[in-house]
Protein backbone atom coordinates (compact mmCIF):
# COMPACT_ATOMS: atom_id res chain seq x y z
CA UNK A 1 0.00 0.00 0.00
CA UNK A 2 3.19 2.31 0.80
CA UNK A 3 4.05 1.95 -2.38
CA UNK A 4 1.04 2.99 -4.44
CA UNK A 5 -0.04 5.87 -2.11
CA UNK A 6 4.02 7.46 -3.26
CA UNK A 7 2.67 6.50 -6.74
CA UNK A 8 -0.66 8.42 -6.19
CA UNK A 9 1.41 11.42 -4.05
CA UNK A 10 3.95 11.54 -7.83
CA UNK A 11 0.93 10.96 -10.67
CA UNK A 12 -1.51 13.37 -9.05
CA UNK A 13 1.25 15.89 -8.31
CA UNK A 14 2.02 16.39 -12.08
CA UNK A 15 -1.84 15.95 -12.51
CA UNK A 16 -2.60 19.01 -10.53
CA UNK A 17 -2.09 21.40 -13.26
CA UNK A 18 -4.12 19.82 -15.53
CA UNK A 19 -6.79 18.01 -13.92
CA UNK A 20 -9.56 20.59 -14.37
CA UNK A 21 -9.35 20.67 -17.72
CA UNK A 22 -8.95 16.59 -17.89
CA UNK A 23 -11.77 15.77 -15.06
CA UNK A 24 -14.46 18.65 -16.74
CA UNK A 25 -16.39 16.39 -18.77
CA UNK A 26 -16.95 14.08 -15.45
CA UNK A 27 -18.81 17.48 -13.90
CA UNK A 28 -22.12 16.12 -14.96
CA UNK A 29 -21.93 13.32 -13.02
CA UNK A 30 -20.93 14.96 -9.92
CA UNK A 31 -23.16 17.74 -10.11
CA UNK A 32 -25.52 14.87 -9.68
CA UNK A 33 -24.27 13.16 -7.02
CA UNK A 34 -24.54 16.50 -4.76
CA UNK A 35 -28.12 17.10 -6.11
CA UNK A 36 -28.73 13.28 -4.95
CA UNK A 37 -26.83 13.97 -1.33
CA UNK A 38 -29.14 17.15 -0.93
CA UNK A 39 -27.36 18.27 2.16
CA UNK A 40 -29.17 20.47 4.72
CA UNK A 41 -27.93 23.95 4.72
CA UNK A 42 -26.00 22.95 8.34
CA UNK A 43 -24.20 19.45 6.96
CA UNK A 44 -20.73 18.74 8.22
CA UNK A 45 -19.31 17.43 4.73
CA UNK A 46 -15.87 15.98 4.20
CA UNK A 47 -14.60 15.50 0.94
CA UNK A 48 -12.34 12.54 0.94
CA UNK A 49 -10.01 13.19 -2.21
CA UNK A 50 -10.84 16.38 -2.56
CA UNK A 51 -8.50 16.77 -5.50
CA UNK A 52 -8.56 20.04 -6.84
CA UNK A 53 -11.97 20.99 -4.82
CA UNK A 54 -13.97 20.88 -8.14
CA UNK A 55 -16.86 19.57 -5.36
CA UNK A 56 -17.02 23.01 -3.50
CA UNK A 57 -19.30 24.91 -6.43
CA UNK A 58 -21.96 22.25 -5.93
CA UNK A 59 -22.37 22.65 -2.12
CA UNK A 60 -24.75 25.01 -0.44
CA UNK A 61 -22.67 28.09 0.66
CA UNK A 62 -23.72 27.26 4.24
CA UNK A 63 -22.18 23.69 4.64
CA UNK A 64 -18.94 23.09 7.02
CA UNK A 65 -16.66 21.70 4.38
CA UNK A 66 -13.73 19.56 5.58
CA UNK A 67 -11.19 18.99 2.54
CA UNK A 68 -8.54 16.43 2.43
CA UNK A 69 -5.99 14.84 -0.45
CA UNK A 70 -2.86 13.06 0.09
CA UNK A 71 -1.08 15.21 -2.17
CA UNK A 72 -0.75 18.97 -1.22
CA UNK A 73 -0.57 20.53 -4.89
CA UNK A 74 -4.02 18.92 -4.88
CA UNK A 75 -4.60 20.62 -1.44
CA UNK A 76 -3.82 24.12 -2.39
CA UNK A 77 -5.22 23.98 -5.75
CA UNK A 78 -8.92 23.28 -2.85
CA UNK A 79 -7.55 25.86 -0.90
CA UNK A 80 -7.19 28.50 -3.80
CA UNK A 81 -10.61 27.52 -5.32
CA UNK A 82 -12.20 27.98 -1.77
CA UNK A 83 -10.89 31.49 -1.97
CA UNK A 84 -12.46 32.59 -5.76
CA UNK A 85 -15.51 31.00 -4.68
CA UNK A 86 -15.70 33.39 -1.19
CA UNK A 87 -16.42 29.93 1.27
CA UNK A 88 -14.62 28.77 4.11
CA UNK A 89 -12.86 25.60 3.98
CA UNK A 90 -10.49 23.40 5.95
CA UNK A 91 -8.43 21.41 4.17
CA UNK A 92 -5.24 19.38 4.90
CA UNK A 93 -2.98 16.37 3.78
CA UNK A 94 -4.17 13.15 5.20
CA UNK A 95 -4.57 9.97 3.73
CA UNK A 96 -8.05 8.79 3.46
CA UNK A 97 -7.04 5.01 4.83
CA UNK A 98 -6.94 6.74 8.23
CA UNK A 99 -8.42 10.18 8.54
CA UNK A 100 -7.69 12.41 11.55
CA UNK A 101 -11.03 12.94 12.79
CA UNK A 102 -13.21 11.29 15.48
CA UNK A 103 -16.17 9.13 15.35
CA UNK A 104 -19.44 10.97 14.29
CA UNK A 105 -17.54 14.32 12.95
CA UNK A 106 -19.34 14.72 10.16
CA UNK A 107 -23.18 14.11 8.33
CA UNK A 108 -22.12 12.99 5.05
CA UNK A 109 -18.72 12.34 3.33
CA UNK A 110 -18.10 12.48 -0.22
CA UNK A 111 -16.09 10.16 -2.23
CA UNK A 112 -16.39 11.38 -5.72
CA UNK A 113 -13.93 9.62 -8.56
CA UNK A 114 -11.20 7.73 -4.63
CA UNK A 115 -12.44 4.34 -4.60
CA UNK A 116 -10.80 3.34 -8.11
CA UNK A 117 -7.79 4.89 -6.90
CA UNK A 118 -6.88 4.10 -3.45
CA UNK A 119 -4.90 0.88 -2.61
CA UNK A 120 -7.58 -0.59 -0.22
CA UNK A 121 -10.85 1.24 -1.12
CA UNK A 122 -12.44 -1.12 1.78
CA UNK A 123 -10.58 0.52 4.59
CA UNK A 124 -11.55 3.83 3.28
CA UNK A 125 -15.25 3.05 3.33
CA UNK A 126 -14.38 1.67 7.04
CA UNK A 127 -12.77 5.17 7.80
CA UNK A 128 -15.84 6.49 6.06
CA UNK A 129 -18.37 5.04 8.23
CA UNK A 130 -16.63 5.93 11.14
CA UNK A 131 -16.66 9.65 11.13
CA UNK A 132 -20.03 9.51 10.23
CA UNK A 133 -22.77 10.35 12.13
CA UNK A 134 -25.41 7.29 13.11
CA UNK A 135 -27.67 8.76 10.66
CA UNK A 136 -24.84 10.19 7.88
CA UNK A 137 -24.88 9.58 4.23
CA UNK A 138 -21.99 8.88 2.01
CA UNK A 139 -22.04 10.12 -1.96
CA UNK A 140 -20.39 8.02 -3.95
CA UNK A 141 -19.51 8.63 -7.57
CA UNK A 142 -16.39 6.45 -9.14
CA UNK A 143 -16.30 4.07 -11.96
CA UNK A 144 -16.95 0.34 -10.99
CA UNK A 145 -16.90 -2.84 -12.30
CA UNK A 146 -19.71 -4.88 -12.62
CA UNK A 147 -21.72 -6.02 -9.24
CA UNK A 148 -20.87 -10.03 -10.43
CA UNK A 149 -17.23 -8.81 -11.10
CA UNK A 150 -16.85 -10.25 -14.62
CA UNK A 151 -16.00 -7.20 -16.39
CA UNK A 152 -15.81 -7.44 -19.99
CA UNK A 153 -13.33 -8.06 -22.19
CA UNK A 154 -12.33 -4.57 -23.49
CA UNK A 155 -12.28 -3.43 -19.76
CA UNK A 156 -9.88 -6.61 -18.66
CA UNK A 157 -7.50 -5.60 -21.82
CA UNK A 158 -7.90 -1.30 -20.77
CA UNK A 159 -7.29 -2.00 -16.97
CA UNK A 160 -3.44 -2.22 -16.84
CA UNK A 161 -2.91 0.89 -17.99
CA UNK A 162 -5.38 2.73 -16.77
CA UNK A 163 -4.65 1.39 -13.09
CA UNK A 164 -1.32 2.78 -13.73
CA UNK A 165 -1.97 6.03 -15.27
CA UNK A 166 -5.27 6.81 -13.46
CA UNK A 167 -7.63 4.41 -11.51
CA UNK A 168 -8.78 0.86 -11.57
CA UNK A 169 -11.32 0.26 -13.88
CA UNK A 170 -12.71 -3.28 -12.66
CA UNK A 171 -13.38 -2.64 -8.81
CA UNK A 172 -17.11 -3.50 -7.77
CA UNK A 173 -18.15 -1.64 -5.31
CA UNK A 174 -20.47 -4.26 -3.57
CA UNK A 175 -17.05 -5.86 -1.81
CA UNK A 176 -16.06 -2.36 -0.58
CA UNK A 177 -18.80 -2.09 1.90
CA UNK A 178 -19.32 -5.52 2.82
CA UNK A 179 -17.83 -5.46 6.08
CA UNK A 180 -19.74 -1.65 7.33
CA UNK A 181 -22.88 -1.35 7.66
CA UNK A 182 -23.59 1.07 5.00
CA UNK A 183 -25.70 -0.25 1.93
CA UNK A 184 -26.25 1.82 -1.30
CA UNK A 185 -29.28 2.86 -3.23
CA UNK A 186 -30.13 2.93 -6.90
CA UNK A 187 -27.04 3.24 -8.74
CA UNK A 188 -27.70 6.17 -11.66
CA UNK A 189 -25.22 6.07 -14.77
CA UNK A 190 -22.99 8.31 -16.43
CA UNK A 191 -20.87 8.11 -19.41
CA UNK A 192 -22.15 4.66 -20.67
CA UNK A 193 -22.26 3.20 -17.78
CA UNK A 194 -18.82 3.71 -16.69
CA UNK A 195 -19.28 5.99 -13.95
CA UNK A 196 -22.30 5.47 -11.94
CA UNK A 197 -23.48 7.82 -8.90
CA UNK A 198 -25.10 6.57 -6.15
CA UNK A 199 -25.84 7.17 -2.19
CA UNK A 200 -24.80 4.75 0.98
CA UNK A 201 -26.56 5.18 3.96
CA UNK A 202 -26.77 2.90 7.30
CA UNK A 203 -28.52 0.10 7.64
CA UNK A 204 -31.22 0.48 9.59
CA UNK A 205 -31.16 -3.08 11.20
CA UNK A 206 -27.57 -2.83 12.30
Not at 46 to 52: A, E, H, K, R, V
Amino acid sequence: MALTNRWNRVRYRLYAPIYDTVARPLERGRKRAIERLDPSLDSRILILGCGTGMDLEYLPESVSVTAIDLTSRMVRRTATRGTALDRDVAVGIADAHNVPFTEGSFDAVLLHLVLSVVPDPAAVVAETERVLTPDGRVSIYDKFGPEDGDPSFARRIANPIARLLFADLNRPLEPMLADTSLTVGRREQFLGGLYTVTIARRDPGE
